[in-house]
């Protein structure tokens, strides 16, 4: 057939045959063929400015592209048959394009603009159904007149209720899509906002409870000066050491609820923080001149500031009784330890190197470490040499 058209002068006829040996090819997958016969019959298309057979050449040359991978050579081509194609007001050439362009596009990773692509071809076609649905019913109302004119037409008219019922449930189905979006979008701003008022709530929470904590620290900072006023109008030295111990006994609280107010924490202590500080308030009340030692080895623990102030309160009767009672003019030593023994079980331990004792005295002092000991579900323990206490706290603790 093509050596017959190269001898015929009807260019379009050899347009026409060239395409369709291109076709031929691709359908065999041999592609770099069909490209050529293709290529030859868009170029003689463009010679004699034939649109509509470029427009088509090139919708032939886009799909051939993209098989090979050469996206923007075929979307370059489907762009040029898509703008001939509305030139020849053609929306089946349209249609075609733009189904290419989609395709290209997605391949591209341009997923937007394939988007746009598909929107617009599937309005050609749906234009193309309306426009082929239209011009069916005209012309068989135009051709038939009798009986079964009326059947045809009542079977086309179904037909059309059928589409156009299908495209009534796709709108429902979106309309149902859009409100299921729209409740998501309720249900999130609700759950955002339950969310925020939380915070706001703990917030507030965290800034009464350091309120409290502040208040509290202030309070116990004022009796603890009364205490040293009442100390320094006293001469009587009994009244003066039962004020000096009081006094410490309130500081070790406080001490508490000052690191509550500093680290704006809600009811925690670091243990290891907090025992140094206290030891070394007891250090500076009791004398540093003394030639007593003191040292503390902590492990870190973190406790509620109730089970703080318990253990807070039984170093502070501790230490100060071997700061009283236990050395003489040479000094010595006092150790403070707290370690975790076993599981769920720590172990807190004073000791000093002094001239010892019974370590079960009656005074108000070991009875307090007494309850405390209670208190803290803790087992009291007193050895020698010197005088050891061992409180084993076997409270599980975090």
């Known amino acids: 057939c093509l050596a017959l058209r190269k001898t015929e002068k009807d260019s379009g006829l050899l347009v026409l045959t060239l395409q369709n040996l291109g076709s031929a090819w691709k359908q065999k997958n041999q592609q770099e063929k069909a490209l050529g016969y293709i290529l030859r019959a868009t170029r003689i298309a463009e010679k004699y400015r034939m649109k509509d057979e470029i427009a088509r050449g090139n919708l032939d040359l886009a799909e051939l592209y993209g098989a090979e991978g050469k996206y923007d ?117 609700i759950a955002y906002r339950s969310y925020r008022r939380k915070i706001k709530d703990h917030l507030r929470i965290r800034y009464l409870m350091k309120d409290i904590h502040h208040r509290v620290k202030n309070n116990l900072q004022m009796l603890s000066g009364l205490f040293k006023l009442q100390l320094a109008d006293s001469h009587d030295e009994q009244v003066k050491k039962s004020i000096q111990e009081n006094e410490l006994r309130l500081n070790s609280m406080n001490l508490i609820h000052q690191q509550l107010y500093q680290e704006e924490r809600d009811t925690l202590i670091a243990m290891k923080e907090y025992l140094e500080q206290l030891i070394s308030h007891i250090q500076i009340s009791m004398g540093r001149n003394r030639n007593i030692g003191l040292t503390v080895m902590a492990e870190p623990l973190v406790l509620e500031a109730d089970k703080a102030v318990a253990i807070g309160l039984i170093v502070n009767e501790l230490v100060t009784n071997a700061y009283k009672y236990a050395f003489d003019s040479d000094g010595g030593e006092i150790y403070v330890g707290l370690r975790n023994k076993a599981e769920g079980i720590w172990l807190l331990t004073v000791r000093d190197n002094g001239k010892g004792g019974t370590g079960d005295g009656k005074g108000f002092g070991l009875e307090l470490v007494k309850i405390m000991a209670e208190q803290l579900n803790a087992v009291l323990k007193v050895s020698g040499p010197g005088l050891i206490y061992d409180v084993e706290l076997r409270t599980q603790f975090s």
């Not at 053609?90 to 394939?114: C, D, T, V, Y």
């Not at 309005?123 to 005209?138: C, E, Y």
């Open 73 to 189: 050579m075929a979307l370059s081509c489907a762009n040029i048959s898509g703008r001939l194609a509305t030139q020849l007001r053609s929306p089946e050439l349209r249609q075609q394009a733009e189904q290419a362009k989609s395709l290209i596009l997605e391949r591209k990773g341009r997923f937007a603009g394939a988007l746009e692509a598909e929107r617009q071809s599937n309005s050609l076609k749906d234009s193309l159904f309306n426009l082929a649905m239209i011009r069916t019913v005209s012309e068989t109302e135009a051709k038939y007149e009798t009986r079964q004119k009326d059947r045809d037409i009542a079977s086309l008219r179904v037909q059309r209720s059928l589409a156009e019922s299908a495209v009534t449930q796709q709108k429902h189905f979106n309309l149902a899509l859009l409100a299921a979006i729209l409740l998501l979008l309720l249900l999130l701003v």
